[in-house]
């Protein structure tokens, strides 16, 4: 994008180090009205994580990690809360927190108790930080001038995890030292 877009949009959310934090700029950039598209002459093969390993299906299953599964929601709930439209919010934001509970109730089912840790931190995370996620809402709910259904019928894939789920089972997690370990 244009640097003038760039900042005119805040940029990156500053918080997302790792994970969604393209998705919640592309996102406002479709607020703005905005087209986002990837070229065919830009081909490119994301196999697994370069900075976090992680997040890729192997041999039947879905791998991933601590870090990974924890940043991915915790920055996928502010950028819910930050972008959908008033109505959705109140209802999809809710939902989704309750999707992570429930995501972290089947990581520590399976065993997967640090991880189911770190997801909970992230909702506590979001909890925390939500002044300053309202803040960057009301800029950018002021800025859109694209509803949410435009938005939806570009973005919306259905639930996503129910088909991971269906597809590859609980997804196999390492649950090494994580630098969201430190961050606390």
């Not at 300053?132 to 509803?147: C, D, F």
Request: charged share 20%; net charge positive.
């Amino acid at each position: 994008t244009r640097s003038e877009l760039f900042e005119e949009l805040g940029g990156f959310d500053s918080r997302f180090f790792l994970l969604v934090e393209d998705v919640d700029y592309c996102w406002r950039v479709l607020l703005r009205g905005f087209d986002v598209r990837v070229p065919d002459i830009a081909p490119v093969w994301h196999q697994g994580g370069a900075v976090a390993p992680g997040g890729y299906a192997g041999e039947g299953r879905l791998v991933s990690t601590t870090f990974r599964v924890a940043l991915r929601e915790r920055n996928t709930l502010t950028t819910l809360i930050k972008c959908y439209g008033a109505p959705l919010a109140c209802i999809l934001v809710p939902v989704y927190a309750v999707q992570s509970l429930a995501t972290a109730g089947v990581l520590a089912a399976s065993g997967r108790r640090r991880t189911a840790r770190a997801v909970f931190s992230g909702l506590g995370w979001n909890i925390r930080q939500l002044r300053r996620t309202l803040r960057m809402r009301r800029h950018v709910q002021r800025s859109r001038v694209v509803g949410d259904a435009a938005i939806l019928s570009r973005m919306y894939r259905g639930v996503w995890k129910i088909h991971l789920l269906r597809h590859y089972g609980v997804p196999t997690v390492s649950e090494g030292p994580s630098p969201l370990d430190a961050a606390r």
